[in-house]
């Protein structure tokens, strides 16, 4: 069993916020796969599916971004699960936008949701980590992650998503790298090779 839990804020002035990149994928994995409807539970929204043949949980802990690790470690008390068996999907300053990177353990790198999961779970737990950039002021950290998207940003936006929910099998087969390769290819297809002509034989007669 795998928990995938996207991490976000509660409340529809906060749905299209750069800081909820976490609640969109979850919705998207539900609505692609045909999970079964939410629930109330673990202090969140629960999601009960299949992906191939393994049961998946999708969470959206409604304790807002900053406390995380409450939602999350209840849900993983109640299943007796393991930080391997968990994927956060968080949005990451750190990354350009529209890039993805797997990880598994390590910092928190100043994002609130992430140091509460570490209080409550430890640093092992899966990433998956989703760039936003930066905002030209570093001040304007907070501002920034709470508003939306733009509409240019969504041209990356709405394509990376759906390329999540389309090869999220990988990540529940614990095929991390191979997903990542996947989401940078759907993203950023190859270029067809150019037509080389080929010289026509001069007729000598």
Do not use: C
Not at 33 to 51: M, N, S, T, Y
Not at 70 to 87: C, N
Not at 107 to 125: E, R
């Amino acid at each position: 069993m795998l928990l995938l839990v996207g991490l976000g804020n509660p409340g529809s002035k906060y749905s299209n916020n750069r800081h909820n990149l976490g609640f969109m994928v979850v919705d998207e994995i539900a609505h692609h796969h045909g999970f079964g409807p939410a629930r109330r539970k673990f202090q969140g929204e629960l999601r009960e599916g299949r992906i191939g043949a393994a049961k998946v949980l999708l969470l959206k802990p409604y304790t807002y971004m900053n406390e995380s690790g409450r939602s999350v470690a209840e849900a993983a008390h109640f299943y007796k699960l393991s930080p391997e068996d968990i994927v956060i999907v968080h949005d990451e300053l750190d990354l350009e936008p529209g890039k993805l990177r797997m990880k598994t353990g390590g910092g928190t790198a100043g994002n609130n949701g992430l140091k509460s999961l570490v209080q409550h779970l430890g640093p092992d737990f899966r990433r998956m980590r989703l760039g936003i950039g930066r905002p030209d002021q570093s001040k304007a950290v907070h501002s920034y992650v709470l508003k939306d998207f733009s509409r240019q940003e969504k041209i990356w936006v709405e394509p990376l998503i759906l390329a999540i929910a389309e090869h999220i099998g990988l990540v529940v087969e614990g095929s991390d790298s191979t997903f990542a390769n996947k989401i940078h290819l759907a993203l950023n297809p190859p270029k067809p090779a150019a037509k080389v002509e080929k010289d026509t034989p001069r007729n000598n007669s």
